[in-house]
């Protein structure tokens, strides 16, 4: 098959992040390419229904491997690929420039199988990179580069990362959800979902495909239902479970406490914490596998990208208000 | 005035007496005298003189009434008196009676006589004018002479003056303009004189020389029987020597017959096929007879081209005759359609002779032909193919090498699909054929197709005029990539035609390493709205990438209650593109396609893309990957659930990888153990 043709028909995005000013989206697909869009220049041909065409990216940078979870801290856009390589590109004004920093991780040869890293984190605040290789996270310093601590305890590999202050949560193939505190280097707390009969769902598998955490709540699903927790008095009970059709590989908490879902199907949907659901936007690959979104005073903006050449993009959040390509249509 | 009268009265009648006595005169001279009087009375007649009279007489009357009143004697006297005077007033008046009618006779004759002179002027007149339009025609005529010297071409004035002999050319001759052309007639009868001469020498030589040569001829003639019977008794050795002069002889005399395109294409195909290509064959195939009629022809076209012009002319001429008639126009209309008829035939003329290569291929018994037709009237080449293969034994396979899908898109959309010619469109239109009918009517003929690489082996241009050097160039161009191109074709789709038809009877060749748990069910072709009807191939037909011109098959394969429908497309220009696949999988029922499953598309994307080392048997591979594709997919897929259908029978290393959770499909180094990874 011709390359182009099988670009258009067989694009995954497989991860999605937005620069730290909130004006450039970057989007890496499976032949290894990373777009960037410009968000400011998008929503504005949106809000002023202009025919503007905004739906190619502004640049393509050629990934010399397959990117596989991108995150951004300042004007730095990480890239996680396979066998525990992090890079760092310098970037501007939304265009990738040149390779400016790597960090390998030291990698354990039993789980040489395993060893991309499949998501990132960064605590912005204290400048550290959390990163998920295989079933360990690596917490390293973005100041020189340095491994700093290893977090053990999942048996199988890592799907997501996500934190929020001193905490992060991570979601493992292995079925479990588990809560760590950076200062201890521990688990504080672990759940799998599988095992619960109100959460589990047989014919998807027990494997976590995310998770996610406010300050006071913590969402999780994947081959099991989407289950809510809460934070402050945490049991193996959830607080609240969305019956959401299909296997889930991104959860969020979106705008305070909406709580978003997308995974296997061409739903993604947004609940209330009490089980309404608030919108349901309908995508336009059969997967998502990346969600990314941002707000600050002068817009809103969100996309998502999955199995599809297509990233479908929102500015309030709620419905579906364009698409964007990856690859051009020749 | 009455006394005059009377006066002259008196004279007349004093006159008359008085001339007899001078002279005694005979009855005629009397009458004569009184006619010569009477004529000068008369000249002085006046026609007054009857009023004057009938004025007195009436004057009488009336005095003779008031007389009669008075019945005096008197009056009586008077009255006798009076009727004296009227008597004597009418006897004037009787004069003057007999002097009006002779007055009136004389001019009556005067005036005859005129009229005689006056016709008489006429007719002088008239036949002046008629002379004098004679001698103005005449004059015209003398005017609008030709000398029949005009029509004679003459040698320039400076070559008469350079060449001549002095005898012609003196001084007077220069200066007047008559003398000099006759003195160049004169000098040119002298010349032609010269000339037919040396013509009938030459002729007289040329005859001689024909003579002598009919008798070289007769020699020659009589020679041949002798050389005959030579080369008889030589073939024995030519064939132990196995040097066919003979029949290299023969094909040179056809190789002279061929049009220049075809010709063209046999050279440069012969001149290929003994340098670098042993296993290509050129022949040249038809009837050598019609050919050198053919050739005939066309000199003694050539030679009448300008008497063509003028024939042409006749029948414009006799056309517009015709218009006139009713009955002949009926005829006229059928001899139209006679000659539409016969026209449409001589556009769709073939040349007898058409070149034919065979094409044979290392390890494969099958060998293909390509017969290349030349319409001169359409001015292109079509194309017919043959191929000694048996394709009886199998339905789904024998769409692969038809000889049209051969032959088509070897190059880039190069699918005849109308005639390479921009002008052949005006010319179906000039015998009323829709443009579109160009294939049915080339069908009809069994001509085969017009296809673009074709005339470019011919070296035929329609975008541009090529001269003979160019035309050689473009052919020889053209040939080393086209045979390639058809030899890799003709290896692929042989290579295909035998897995498909393995396929057909259900059977998949087995990897020994790869266990495959699935079975092939099913496999048979399908035409092209039978697979846009599906919806798992509607991206295919959307995008554009496949098209009515590719072959289509569906293949089912199931593995215990799940069923994998497999919609395969097999391109034009195979193996440039690869066959493409569109999956369809039902399971637990559930229908997964590309666009519904994200697993789906993966498999899909896998088939598609996926690399080979030779086109060798590639559709069985892909069918292969298809295969262990779907059991893996329904393996790792069971292995989540409580009670799985499908048990583990391939070892992966890890079941599912990355955010989208890849399955294994790749298959390790070793063959045996399968993982994820990137789809290339």
């Known amino acids: ?136 996270i690596f917490q390293c310093s973005l100041d020189n580069g340095t491994v700093l601590n290893k977090f053990e305890g999942h048996e199988d590999f890592i799907q997501s990362i996500q934190g929020c202050e001193q905490n992060f949560v991570t979601a493992s193939s292995d079925g479990t959800v588990k809560l760590w505190d950076s200062r201890t280097k521990k688990a504080t707390f672990s759940i799998k979902p599988s095992e619960n009969k109100e959460i589990s769902r047989n014919q998807f598998g027990n494997w976590m495909g995310s998770a996610s955490i406010s300050k006071s709540w913590l969402s999780c699903g994947g081959g099991p239902k989407l289950a809510v927790f809460h934070l402050n008095q945490i049991t193996k009970q959830p607080f609240q479970v969305f019956d959401y059709p299909s296997t889930i590989h991104v959860t969020d908490f979106v705008d305070l406490d909406n709580l978003l879902v997308a995974g296997g199907s061409n739903k993604m949907i947004q609940y ?33 990208g999955g199995a599809s050449n297509n990233i479908d993009v929102s500015i309030n959040l709620t419905y579906k208000d364009a698409t964007l390509n990856f690859y051009k249509k020749t | ?180 052309r006759k003195a160049r007639l004169q000098f040119e009868l002298q010349q032609r004189k010269e000339y037919s001469k040396q013509c009938k020498d030459l002729e007289k030589d040329k005859e001689d020389v024909a003579e002598k040569t009919v008798e070289v001829k007769k020699n020659l003639n009589s020679i041949y029987p002798c050389l005959q019977e ?48 042993k296993r290509l064959s050129v022949s040249i195939e038809g009837d050598e007879e019609e050919a050198k009629i053919i050739e005939m022809e066309r000199k003694q076209m050539k030679d009448r081209a300008a008497s063509d012009v003028e024939d042409s002319d006749n029948e414009v001429d006799e056309n517009d005759f015709d218009e006139g008639m009713n009955h002949r126009k009926i005829k006229r209309r059928q001899s139209q359609i006679e000659n539409l008829k016969q026209k449409r035939l001589d556009l769709f003329k073939h040349h007898p002779l058409s070149v034919k290569f065979n094409i044979s291929m290392k390890d494969i018994e099958e060998t293909f032909s390509v017969i290349l037709n030349y319409l001169p009237a359409l001015g292109f080449i079509t194309v017919q193919g043959k191929f000694n293969i048996d394709s009886n034994g199998s339905v789904a396979a024998a769409d692969i090498i038809t000889q049209e899908r051969i032959l088509s898109s070897l190059y880039a959309d190069d699918f005849a699909e109308g005639s390479p010619n921009p002008k052949t469109i005006f010319q179906l239109q000039n015998v009323q054929l829709n443009p579109n009918d160009l294939d049915k009517a080339l069908n009809e003929k069994k001509l085969g197709k017009p296809f673009k690489w074709a005339q470019n082996l011919c070296g035929i241009s329609f975008t541009e005029h090529l001269n003979i050097d160019q035309s050689q160039k473009l052919c020889e161009e053209t040939v080393p990539d086209l045979i390639r191109q058809i030899r890799r074709k003709l290896r692929a789709r042989i290579s295909l035609y035998n897995q498909i038809k393995l396929l057909e009877n259900g059977k998949i060749k087995d990897k020994i390493s790869v266990r495959v748990s699935c079975i092939l069910q099913l496999f048979v072709s399908i035409s092209y709205p039978e697979y846009c009807v599906e919806i798992c191939t509607k991206r295919f037909v959307q995008e554009g990438i496949v098209n009515p011109n590719d072959v289509f098959y569906r293949a089912v394969i199931t593995r215990g209650s799940a069923k994998l429908e497999c919609y395969i497309c097999i391109p034009s220009n195979f193996p440039s593109d690869y066959p493409i696949f569109a999956v369809d999988l039902s399971w637990n029922d559930f229908k997964y396609n590309a666009e519904t499953s994200a697993h789906t598309r993966e498999i899909e994307n896998l088939i598609n893309n996926f690399e080979v080392k030779s086109n060798e048997e590639l559709l069985m591979e892909q069918l292969h990957r298809t295969m262990t594709s779907f059991d893996i997919f329904l393996e790792t897929e069971s292995s989540q659930h409580e009670n799985p259908e499908f048990q583990q029978e391939k070892r992966h290393s890890y079941g599912f990888q990355g955010k989208e959770r890849s399955r294994p499909y790749n298959p390790k180094r070793n063959l045996t153990l399968f993982s994820s990874g990137s789809y290339n």
């Open chain 1, 1 to 136: 098959m011709k390359e182009n043709i099988q670009k258009l028909l067989y694009t995954v995005v497989t991860s999605q992040a937005i620069s730290s000013s909130g004006r450039f989206l970057y989007a890496c697909s499976t032949f290894g390419d990373i777009a960037s869009y410009n968000i400011e220049k998008i929503t504005s041909c949106i809000e002023n229904v202009n025919n503007e065409d905004i739906s190619d990216p502004i640049s393509v940078f050629k990934y010399p491997d397959s990117p596989i979870s991108m995150s951004v801290h300042r004007e730095f856009l990480i890239i996680g690929s396979k066998n525990g390589l992090i890079t760092g590109y310098k970037t501007s004004s939304g265009i990738i420039q040149h390779k400016s920093w790597n960090i390998q991780l030291q990698l354990s040869p039993e789980k040489i199988d395993i060893s991309e890293v499949s998501d990132l984190w960064v605590d912005s605040e204290k400048e550290l990179l959390y990163a998920a290789c295989g079933s360990d």
């Open chain 1, 272 to 304: 209330s914490l009490n089980g309404n659901m608030i919108s349901d936007i309908e995508t336009s690959g059969p997967a998502v596998y990346s969600v990314v979104w941002y707000k600050n005073q002068q817009y809103k903006f969100l996309s998502a």
């Open chain 2, 1 to 180: 005035m009455v006394n005059d009268v009377k006066k002259r009265t008196k004279t007349a009648s004093t006159s008359s007496p008085t001339k007899p006595p001078v002279v005694p005169l005979s009855k005629e001279e009397i009458y004569n005298n009184v006619i010569s009087f009477e004529e000068s009375e008369e000249s002085r007649f006046k026609r007054d003189h009857f009023k004057e009279c009938f004025n007195e007489l009436n004057k009488i009357i009336e005095d003779v009434k008031a007389l009669k009143g008075l019945k005096t004697d008197e009056a009586k006297k008077r009255i006798a008196e009076k009727r004296i005077q009227g008597s004597m007033v009418i006897v004037k008046l009787k004069k003057l009676n007999r002097l009006d009618k002779l007055r009136l006779h004389g001019h009556r004759e005067t005036l005859q006589k005129e009229k005689l002179q006056a016709d008489s002027n006429r007719l002088k007149l008239q036949n002046l004018i008629y002379e004098a339009n004679h001698l103005k025609k005449e004059i015209n005529k003398c005017f609008s002479f030709k000398s029949e010297d005009e029509d004679i071409e003459l040698v320039p004035v400076e070559e008469f003056l350079e060449k001549a002999p002095e005898i012609l050319k003196g001084a007077e001759t220069i200066e007047d303009e008559h003398t000099m």
């Open chain 2, 230 to 277: 030579v080369l008889k008794t030589t073939r024995p050795i030519q064939q132990i020597l196995n040097m066919p002069f003979e029949k290299e002889w023969e094909i040179q005399k056809l190789i002279r017959l061929l049009p220049q395109p075809l010709y063209l294409a046999y050279t440069k195909l012969c001149a290929y096929s003994e340098v670098i290509d």
